[in-house]
């Protein structure tokens, strides 16, 4: 959030002039002060509690991991943003699509704006190797995304094009092997797949939590996937996610740096690390599920920090006017630097990309029942099953139907008490 001065990285400088346009505006000096500098989450958490607890007005507002919040709003710890009028949360500057997403019985605890840049910086993508494509004879798929046509079925016309064995005897991953892989994915996850085609867990009706499982359209979903992401031919391999550059494990990032895969997962703050790639790659959003899909859908990192204003602070609408103008500030100069320098500049490396990267980020949406904590391991679970080809999705969401709406009920009653 903060920066001490100016140094002459671009991104570090326009944080520093956003920050003291704010000061001198408000006439205010912004103070930070960091739990940790490793992203130990329990680290924040219960300083933050603590904090709350003490009832000392020591923090006048928090950034937060947004899925780690659930349980200090059931005990009244922050402030209801909609009810601070120097909040202007229906502004481009606040991110409605996910902020109406949490908004739950006419309650905000969390708002997420520009002000800080994790929301962007962990946003999952599509990467894909643009030499490979040529080789192969497949038209870059960019027009395939503007078209509203990059669907399944377009994915597995690539990733089907790309397997090969190359002598090996199975697919299984050796790093010294020759085998080429369609897509390689983190691990078994496919929630990322699961939400671009417009499916989740658990929905926010007009500020009703609803579950949402075990729809025709998830079926339709989930058996697409399991008939496309075949191991055995090496359409799909579920990488190693423990260290994502591991040779021996195969993990992910490695496989894709190393170009083993035609295509990759990654977030965007990995673009960093593929400035060293000796080939030229691009960046894609998730599919849809088809053509009739009204979107695309892209998942943020769940654990970003987003905004809070704690019980504590006895002037919330001084605190209001300080996210308020930070987000403003951002939109403005922040973020359109992080995109076209941190980012665009130094990470990707064709327009095309760039435009993409944009329509990703633009289609980033909540996810209530990940946010919340409401699913339990049902993603994981459904994931496995795709992989594995097992086809018990009807007992997994039979499984979790009564956790799962247990889980909803519990947020209704105490949310906004």
């Known amino acids: 959030m903060l920066r001490e001065e100016e140094t002459g990285d671009q991104l570090d400088d326009a944080i520093y002039r956003r920050n003291r346009k704010v000061e001198d505006k408000l006439d205010i000096k912004i103070n930070e002060i960091l739990a940790n500098n490793d992203y130990k989450f329990e680290v924040i958490m219960e300083m933050a509690r603590n904090s709350v607890l003490s009832g000392e007005d020591e923090y006048q507002a928090m950034y937060l991991p947004v899925n780690k919040v659930s349980n200090m709003a059931f005990e009244g710890s922050f402030y209801n943003l909609l009810e601070i009028d120097s909040l202007q949360l229906d502004k481009p500057w606040w991110y409605s699509n996910f902020n109406d997403a949490i908004t739950i019985n006419n309650a905000l605890y969390s708002a997420v704006g520009g002000s800080h840049l994790m929301i962007h910086d962990g946003v999952r993508v599509l990467t894909f190797n643009e030499d490979m494509t040529k080789n192969l004879g497949l038209e870059m798929p960019y027009d395939l995304v503007r078209e509203g046509k990059w669907t399944l079925d377009a994915l597995n016309k690539y990733i089907s094009a790309a397997a090969n064995l190359n002598g090996a005897e199975s697919a299984e991953w050796n790093n010294e092997s020759k085998t080429i892989y369609g897509m390689t994915n983190m691990a078994s996850t496919l929630t990322f797949y699961f939400l671009g085609c417009g499916v989740d867990t658990v929905i926010s009706d007009n500020g009703v939590l609803k579950s949402s499982i075990g729809t025709s359209r998830w079926y339709d979903v989930l058996d697409k996937l399991s008939t496309m992401f075949t191991s055995d031919d090496a359409k799909f391999r579920a990488g190693f996610n423990g260290n994502d550059a591991d040779p021996t494990q195969g993990g ?95 990470g990707l490396r064709n327009g095309e990309s760039i435009e993409m990267l944009k329509i990703i980020t633009d289609s980033i949406v909540a996810q209530p029942g990940s946010l919340l904590g409401l699913n339990g391991s049902i993603n994981t679970d459904l994931s496995n099953a795709v992989v594995n080809h097992t086809g018990t999705y009807a007992s997994i969401f039979a499984q979790y139907e009564d956790q799962i709406q247990a889980n909803i009920d519990n947020v209704m009653k105490n949310w906004n008490k």
Do not use: C
């Open 252 to 346: 992910y990032i490695y496989a894709f740096m190393n170009q083993r895969t035609l295509f990759g997962v990654s977030e965007v703050n990995k673009f960093q690390r593929y400035r060293s790639l000796d080939f030229e790659y691009g960046v894609l959003p998730f599919p849809k599920y088809d053509e009739n899909q009204d979107s695309y859908y892209s998942m943020m990192y769940t654990s970003s920090h987003v905004a809070h204003i704690p019980i504590t602070n006895p002037n919330p609408e001084i605190a209001g006017f300080v996210l308020d103008a930070l987000s403003y500030e951002s939109e403005i100069s922040v973020v359109p630097t992080f995109r076209e320098v941190a980012i665009e500049t130094k």
